[in-house]
C-alpha cells in the first residue's frame, strides 16, 4: 500500500513558478513509476509528466515543467515554470508499479495508476 500526499499548490499570476511536491509512504518507492495528471474544471483529467528510467512530458508542458524525484526522501516533484492560466487544474500525484513497457503513452494511461494522491489545486491568473 502507497499513501500519496501532496503539497505546493496555490495562486500564482501567468508567468510565475511554483514547485509542487509529492510524499509516498512506504519502503518501495524507488520502485514505482510516479507521475502527475491534472484535472481542470469541466475537462477530463490529462497526464502532464512522468518519471520511471525515464522523463515524460505532454507536448503543453513540454520546455516548462520538470519532474523530479528523490528516492532518498520518498518524494517525487514538479517544478512549474512560465505557468499560464490554462494551466489552472488540480494536479494529482500518481503511482504506477508498471514494469515493463514504459512509454509515454503507457506513462499516460490512467488504467496503469495503481495509486493517486488526493490533489493540489494550481491556480494560475491572467
Known amino acids: 500500500q502507497v499513501q500519496l500526499v501532496e503539497s505546493g499548490g496555490g495562486l500564482v499570476q501567468a508567468g510565475g513558478s511554483l514547485r509542487l511536491s509529492c510524499a509516498a509512504s512506504g519502503r518501495t518507492f524507488s520502485r514505482y513509476n510516479m507521475a502527475w495528471f491534472r484535472q481542470a474544471p469541466g475537462k477530463e483529467r490529462e497526464f502532464v509528466a512522468g518519471?520511471?528510467?525515464?522523463?515524460y512530458y505532454a507536448d503543453s508542458v513540454k520546455g516548462r515543467f520538470t519532474i523530479s524525484r528523490d528516492n532518498a526522501k520518498n518524494t517525487v516533484y514538479l517544478q512549474m515554470n512560465s505557468l499560464k492560466p490554462e494551466d489552472t487544474a488540480v494536479y494529482y500525484c500518481?503511482?504506477?508499479?508498471?514494469?515493463?513497457?514504459?512509454?509515454?503513452?503507457?506513462?499516460?494511461?490512467?488504467?496503469?495508476?495503481?495509486?493517486w494522491g488526493q490533489g493540489t489545486q494550481v491556480t494560475v491568473s491572467s
Open positions: 518519471s520511471s528510467w525515464s522523463t
Open positions: 500518481a503511482a504506477s508499479g508498471k514494469e515493463t513497457g514504459i512509454t509515454i503513452a503507457t506513462m499516460a494511461n490512467m488504467a496503469n495508476v495503481d495509486y
